[in-house]
């Protein structure tokens, strides 16, 4: 479930997602006009507020914010001021597409990157051995220089 | 020999007694340091040189039973689907990780990162087994190798004609594992997933908090009952080859990854055999021990990271002190000493209101410092209290790098590669695990296996692939 602050002064709807308000009491500013409400919340159920609270400073913003009644306009995640961002993410950040990589954290090469030249043999058969040198002669000249400038570690 | 000739005991090398030969032993320390001896294991013999296992396998679960083996010794042939490989080559992450070109004829196409540690140290063949033409094929492999594990659903391999009861006609030493969800009986055509396991299995009903604390029934993150239930299945298939050397016979192991996760229930069943009571999740504390349990601290180890993985959620911390000295001595680092006159007895404080009570007030204690600060001080107090580590602190703790357990390797193919599994499951002074490779593209050993082990010429190798055969 989430419930939701309806600031009547704004129209704006302010999603309060589960986890964050289930056991909660405090004060939230509405992503609209800036009302700080107080609420207080009990096992997911609206125990006290909203109530209006007049010039004190809120504990928290709303996640997500919209507007149904004028065209659903949208204050997304992480808009400065009005929402808080969406860290509740798997990973730090979302590419949405390969992310090619020639060496590791610790500067050395890794076989991550497209378009590579062709490598196996018969029937898609591999050896067992990366030539770099020679099937990655460009790899292997910025490793050497990344040696030069102290770039690679051992850990 | 005479007595005459005896040379005294004071004459001869070494220790003169037993005193004497306590002295003489290094440290402990510095005794494991040598028979272990981490980085070295490749100058080491392997447990489980000799043994051929055939691995018909996908995803985590059955792949980890075999690597486990190969890690040990044993010369594993995985055997995938011409051009396509294991499914779990095209996963985890999805869309990012670009961690090998998949084929040479699909160069754009990257394979996931999701199958490290699955495959370790396998040749890594291609054979669509279920045709009639790679059936010959087939069972000369099974005639070679000490045994097969497989993970399809129950009774496919038999219609193949490639189950145990036909293998075992041609090989009668081979020991064949099947694992999958559920095995014969009633859910017989139930796949399997981790997620799975952990539902069917009762495990993720106790697993989190309570939903009076806002909590929810939790899977693990990470797929623990493939990675367990994979090694429950090595077990079995060492006492297999044990039993062979026995009486010379093979075994059908039929392993189901949703019975293997009802061990992980600990006293819960019999807890309701006895009394019919159903156990409840109990988050991140404990049920039989009041304070040994994981706290919220107010502020970040690295409140200016950019990742909110760091900068918001490096704040837990794990912290036992449910013996009556170290718990009257935590009441006072926190100035609650109220809560020591209160709950003096173990059994008091173990009750659920009390541990409500006594918790709320340590991360009242914890609210206004960091992590670190809270483990600084309580470790100073004589008290065990650990951070909850994430990633990047495993990969910086000294304590496994001295040891081994996390290492970088740099992999024939796909070059320098950070490691942890192999050298996390226990160290063995005289035959110790080892990685020489993750695993293989697809297809890598189509010539080594079929021309060099098995003799079939070049020309047929060919053949069969462009029939996509292999």
């Excluded at chain 2, 504390?285 to 706290?295: A, E, K, N, P, R």
């Excluded at chain 2, 740099?410 to 599994?421: E, H, K």
Aim: include cysteine.
């Amino acid at each position: 479930m989430c419930d939701i602050i309806w600031c009547k002064k704004c129209d704006t709807v302010n999603y309060l997602d589960p986890f964050n308000f289930w056991n909660w009491e405090g004060k939230i500013k509405c992503a609209g006009c800036g009302t700080v409400y107080y609420i207080h919340m009990i096992q997911g159920h609206m125990y006290r507020g909203p109530e209006e609270r007049p010039g004190e400073e809120p504990d928290i913003l709303p996640l997500y914010a919209d507007k149904p009644n004028q065209g659903y306009e949208k204050i997304l995640p992480g808009t400065p001021g009005k929402t808080r961002p969406y860290n509740c993410l798997p990973r730090e950040i979302y590419l949405g597409r390969a992310d090619h990589r020639k060496f590791s954290i610790r500067g050395y090469p890794m076989r991550a990157w497209a378009p590579q030249p062709p490598s196996a043999g018969i029937a898609g058969s591999h050896g067992f051995k990366w030539d770099i040198e020679k099937l990655s002669p460009e790899v292997w000249q910025e490793f050497l220089e990344k040696k030069k400038k102290g770039e690679v570690k051992d850990w | 020999m005479l007595e005459k000739e005896r040379i005294p005991i004071e004459e001869q090398p070494g220790p003169k007694s037993k005193e004497e030969l306590d002295a003489n032993k290094v440290p402990f320390e510095e005794y494991c340091k040598k028979v272990f001896d981490p980085g070295n294991e490749f100058e080491k013999p392997v447990a489980l040189k000799g043994v051929r296992w055939m691995s018909c396998t996908m995803y985590v679960f059955t792949p980890h039973a075999v690597s486990n083996l190969a890690e040990l010794g044993a010369e594993v042939v995985k055997i995938e689907m011409p051009r396509m490989g294991d499914p779990m080559k095209h996963t985890s992450p999805f869309n990012e990780c670009y961690y090998y070109p998949l084929h040479d004829e699909r160069p754009m196409t990257g394979q996931g990162i999701g199958c490290i540690n699955c495959n370790v140290n396998e040749y890594f063949i291609t054979m669509d087994y279920h045709r009639e033409e790679m059936k010959e094929v087939f069972y000369r492999l099974v005639r070679m190798s000490d045994g097969l594990t497989e993970c399809y659903r129950p009774g496919t391999f038999d219609r193949w004609k490639q189950s145990y009861r036909y293998l075992q006609e041609i090989n009668p030493r081979f020991i064949y594992v099947w694992g999958g969800g559920f095995g014969y009986g009633p859910k017989v055509f139930g796949g399997s997933y981790d997620i799975l396991g952990q539902a069917h299995a009762g495990l993720a009903s106790v697993t989190g908090f309570h939903e009076d604390f806002g909590g929810h029934p939790v899977k693990h993150t990470n797929w623990c009952i493939d990675w367990y239930s994979g090694t429950m299945i090595t077990v079995a298939i060492l006492a297999a080859l044990y039993w062979r050397r026995k009486t010379g016979l093979g075994t059908m192991i039929e392993f189901s990854q949703v019975q293997c996760a009802t061990r992980c229930l600990g006293y819960g069943v019999p807890l309701y055999g006895r009394f019919g009571i159903v156990r409840q999740r109990w988050g991140n504390w404990d049920t039989q021990l009041c304070v040994h349990g994981i706290i919220i601290c107010g502020k970040s180890d690295y409140p200016d990271a950019k990742n909110p993985q760091l900068r918001d959620e490096a704040r837990y911390v794990m912290v036992s002190a449910f013996q009556d000295d170290d718990f009257k001595e935590l009441c006072k680092v926190i100035k609650r000493e109220d809560l020591w006159k209160k709950y003096q007895k173990f059994k008091d404080r173990v009750e659920a209101e009390a541990q409500v009570e006594i918790y709320d007030a340590l991360e009242k204690w914890a609210a206004d410092k960091s992590r670190s600060e809270v483990v600084k001080i309580l470790t100073e107090a004589g008290l065990l209290a650990m951070p909850v580590y994430n990633d990047k602190e495993v990969y910086e703790s000294p304590h496994y790098r001295e040891r081994g357990t996390i290492r970088w390797q740099f992999d024939p193919i796909f070059g320098d590669q950070l490691v942890q599994s192999t050298y996390s499951c226990g160290l063995l002074s005289k035959t110790p695990r080892r990685k020489y490779w993750d695993f293989r593209p697809v297809g890598a050993d189509n010539v080594k296996i079929y021309h060099e082990m098995l003799g079939y010429p070049i020309s047929q190798i060919e053949e069969w692939y462009k029939k996509g055969l292999i």
